[in-house]
């Protein structure tokens, strides 16, 4: 038989090593409690200490905002075998009120197995060993989860969670802040003149205008249909009016695309944007009753003839002239 009767034999093709390149690269598994449940949810928290508290308080190495969560409510300590070098990872209740769960049954002590769950309060964890790509994977589900697709700023649920934390830290620390709700005017007028997807295009750059307008640590997010909210970390009411005053007139200035992203067309329009603000402690200590009162002070801008910045003390809303830049 000659080589030419093989031609109807199909290709074979033969697999040798892999370069380096090419290899999978996993990484050491390492000990992580993963948020099933809760406002951390799809967050990946690395357990890199020998011990690491779980609860209420600041000082908890994992805070856990929850009501029915000690100050101090579990810890879980890493355990190495002397002879075998085996490590272990042991989970103690902490004398919680509400308990500790492991799988659904109150513990003491226990030792913790890949794939445990554990509930506090409200809250469920899962144990697991992750690699690089787990951990990866568990970051862009939480990105996925915490932000709005549109905007790319927080969704309204990860801004509470946020606020609610650093008002924690704000109280413990007698540090200022402020809270900004804000609300795009006559937006209906954009959608009506422009169509829906010149609308959809005004919010997705109003999310970068606002964020650019903002410090870096300050955090900001979509409420939902033309409406957001920022919180400003270590800002008084002066500082926050300054930085509410940024936002206003930038988004006033700039020109936003009027027409289609696919369109040769180069038209712009443009739109303004009113802001009501509300401070920590002079305004309220609560973090939930802050949004209330800064949202009644953007409703009031509203009614003063909107494309304007509205305090929710009165005496602060009436200063005129520049105001002193934020400290950074």
Do not use: W
Not at 10 to 29: C, F, I, N, S, V
Not at 99 to 125: P, Q, S, V, W
């Amino acid at each position: 038989m000659t080589s030419d009767d093989n031609d109807n034999e199909p290709a074979r093709t033969h697999l040798g090593p892999l370069p380096d390149t090419a290899k999978p690269m996993h990484g050491e598994r390492r000990p992580a409690l993963v948020s099933l449940r809760g406002e951390l949810l799809a967050v990946s928290i690395p357990l890199e200490r020998d011990e690491v508290t779980l609860g209420r308080a600041l000082e908890a190495d994992v805070r856990v905002n929850d009501s029915r969560a000690s100050r101090l409510h579990a810890r879980i300590k890493t355990m190495r075998d002397s002879q075998s070098g085996e490590v272990h990872f042991k989970i103690t209740d902490l004398g919680s009120t509400n308990g500790t769960l492991l799988n659904g049954r109150l513990l003491t002590e226990a030792t913790l197995n890949e794939g445990d769950k554990i509930a506090i309060g409200d809250h469920l964890f899962r144990f697991d060993m992750l690699d690089d790509i787990d951990r990866e994977f568990q970051q862009q589900i939480h990105r996925l989860l915490a932000h709005d697709e549109l905007t790319g700023l927080l969704t309204s649920k990860s801004f509470f969670s946020e606020l609610r934390r650093e008002a924690g830290r704000a109280e413990a620390e007698s540090l200022p802040f402020c809270v900004l709700m804000m609300d795009l005017d006559h937006f209906k007028a954009v959608n009506d003149t422009y169509g829906h997807l010149v609308g959809s295009q005004t919010l997705e750059v109003i999310g970068a205008v606002i964020k650019q307008a903002l410090r870096a640590g300050d955090v900001a997010a979509r409420f939902g249909g033309e409406e957001f909210a920022a919180f400003l970390l270590d800002a008084d009411y002066a500082q926050g009016l300054v930085a509410a005053e940024r936002v206003r007139s930038a988004v006033q200035d700039h020109d936003f695309p009027a027409a289609r992203q696919d369109s040769a067309k180069d038209q712009t329009h443009h739109i303004t944007i009113s802001v009501g603000v509300a401070a920590f402690p002079d305004d309220a200590r609560d973090p939930i009753h802050l949004i209330e009162l800064a949202d009644a002070a953007l409703y009031r801008a509203k009614r003063g003839g909107r494309n304007r910045i509205c305090a929710y003390r009165h005496s602060i809303a009436a200063t005129e002239g520049p105001l002193p830049p934020r400290r950074r």
